[in-house]
């Protein structure tokens, strides 16, 4: 089992551009979350999904979209980046909510120019 | 809103040591969990803490839960090179996972 995957790795926009981050996991997980990490902060939440065609915000919504069309994937969207999206996004899924373990994918290093 | 505060924020000893480091809070938890990160990697699961006062070790690494429920410890005994890494605890509230910023942890030969 691969787990928790991410893709790409690595990416540099400019200010304004579009991007997608696709995150799969293999696990049959119905709980998906998408993070971001900065220094000093911690994770923050950004969007989650309980489930497959289901999404609902976190903590730090504003500025990204997500979807969930399929149980297995869950995209993370940036319609128009700014700098300040600049950070580590890690994507995580769980089998369940509250206390059961989340598995998190390895990561995506967004820089935002 | 709900905090953990972790400390220190940065940790740096020799082989061999023994460290503690804390997470905080002014709210009760259902359950505290203790990730690790490493460098370029996503967290991995350490442990789960469900019961106040409850004590978990996992070889070197001893975890405790606060009587109650709204701090934890990670003791690392005899630290290693290998228990480099970053430390984050996060705590189960509301179905929600409220998660601290963590202690970086460097363990020098």
């Known amino acids: 089992n691969a787990g928790v995957t991410q893709t790409p790795k690595f990416r540099v926009l400019k200010t304004g551009q579009s991007m997608t981050l696709l995150c799969a996991q293999d696990m049959n997980h119905e709980y998906m979350y998408w993070y971001r990490q900065d220094p000093g902060m911690g994770l923050r939440l950004i969007h989650y999904s309980v489930g497959e065609g289901t999404t609902a915000k976190g903590e730090v919504p504003d500025g990204y979209n997500v979807s969930r069309l399929k149980k297995q994937n869950f995209l993370l969207g940036l319609e128009s980046a700014a700098p300040s999206q600049t950070s580590v996004y890690f994507c995580a899924s769980s089998p369940g909510t509250g206390g059961n373990t989340q598995y998190f994918g390895p990561g995506t290093r967004l820089t935002v120019l | 809103t709900q905090l953990l505060e972790q400390s220190p924020q940065f940790l740096s000893i020799q082989e061999g040591e023994n460290l503690t480091v804390y997470c905080n809070s002014s709210s009760v938890f259902s359950s505290l969990q203790w990730y690790r990160q490493e460098p370029g990697e996503g967290p991995v699961l350490l442990v789960t803490?469900?019961?106040g006062g409850e004590v978990k070790k996992l070889k070197r690494l001893t975890f405790q839960f606060g009587d109650a429920r709204k701090d934890s410890s990670l003791h690392i005994t005899a630290a290693q090179p290998g228990d480099t890494g970053l430390y984050l605890c996060?705590?189960?509230?509301?179905?929600?996972?409220?998660w601290g910023a963590g202690t970086k942890l460097i363990i020098k030969p």
């Open positions: 996060a705590g189960v509230s509301n179905y929600q996972l409220i």
């Open positions: 803490v469900v019961t």
